[in-house]
């Protein structure tokens, strides 16, 4: 995705981002044990989803920032 921005190839990019998108989940670990066990078993779908569990957690739940935290409900 990077180098197709870089090197002026949309087309690339596009390609790049889709297969991201459709992959798979990788499989449990830490820190998504973690967050489903918090969030009642939550599952993640694909590899963009995991991903973003991982950002959430490094962003809030490291530092102790539920109260800004996307998936707090309170």
């Known amino acids: ?13 596009r390609r790049a981002r889709a297969m991201y998108r459709a992959q798979p989940a990788p499989g449990e670990n830490r820190v998504t044990r973690q967050l489903t066990s918090y969030l009642r078993g939550l599952k993640t779908a694909s590899a963009l ?19 800004g935290c996307p998936l707090n409900p309170g």
């Open 1 to 13: 995705f990077a180098w197709g921005e870089t090197a002026g190839g949309s087309r690339i990019s």
């Open 49 to 67: 989803e995991e991903q973003g569990l991982i950002h959430i957690f490094h962003c809030h739940c490291e530092s102790g920032g539920c109260t």
